[in-house]
């Protein structure tokens, strides 16, 4: 996966026993017209001065739209990634030859689908513990995938900025030096 730094392109090697700097804008998307949660991995060399970074945006697999039906609520499961398409208009979004923007910047690895796959390798890092909805954004699926990126880059956790209103159980979380759970 290749990260932007000021234009250029780089390998993302660069995060691999790192200290980083993690910022956070929570959004608990559960409809398509909510935001999307991003979390930022920042890199900064000692030397140059240089700054490396690597977004992360997230979006929920599912959605699930709730109507009234002869006086009954009636909860229908529908793809968020089409919704979503469809919603932000300038996103691509075409219907006939099945192709969605948010698939696309998934596909290009601009954009992490919360899906089964996803949950179930969480799942084999941390045990059911990290059993998260796929239906939402929660602050417990991000911690855990803080925690997953920490083993993946075996980076040292130098600040965690977020909203504390917007993620109060991630706040304590992201103060602690290291993320291990």
Request: avoid cysteine; charge should be neutral.
């Given at each position: 996966m290749l990260i932007m730094v000021r234009s250029t392109f780089f390998?993302?090697?660069?995060?691999?026993?790192?200290?980083?700097?993690?910022?956070?804008?929570?959004a608990y998307t559960r409809n398509p017209?909510?935001?999307?949660?991003?979390?930022t991995m920042l890199m900064v060399n000692p030397f140059t001065n240089e700054e490396y970074y690597k977004d992360f945006y997230f979006l929920p697999r599912w959605w699930d739209e709730e109507r009234k039906e002869n006086g009954q609520t009636v909860i229908e499961r529908k793809d968020m990634i089409i919704a979503k398409s469809k919603?932000?208009?300038?996103?691509?979004?075409?219907?006939?030859?099945?192709v969605y923007g948010y698939q696309k910047y998934a596909e290009r690895g601009d954009l992490i689908i919360i899906d089964d796959k996803l949950i179930s390798e969480l799942i084999n890092e941390f045990g059911e513990q990290a059993n998260c909805d796929t239906t939402g954004i929660t602050e417990d699926f991000i911690k855990?995938?803080?925690?997953?990126?920490?083993?993946?880059?075996?980076?040292t956790l130098c600040k965690f900025g977020l909203d504390?209103?917007?993620?109060?159980?991630?706040?304590s979380f992201g103060e602690a030096k290291s993320v291990r759970i």
């Open positions: 390998n993302e090697d660069i995060f691999y026993n790192a200290p980083v700097f993690l910022g956070l804008d929570m017209d909510n935001d999307l949660t991003a979390l919603v932000d208009t300038n996103i691509l979004y075409n219907p006939k030859q099945k855990f995938f803080i925690a997953h990126l920490e083993l993946k880059y075996r980076w504390p209103n917007k993620a109060s159980k991630i706040k």
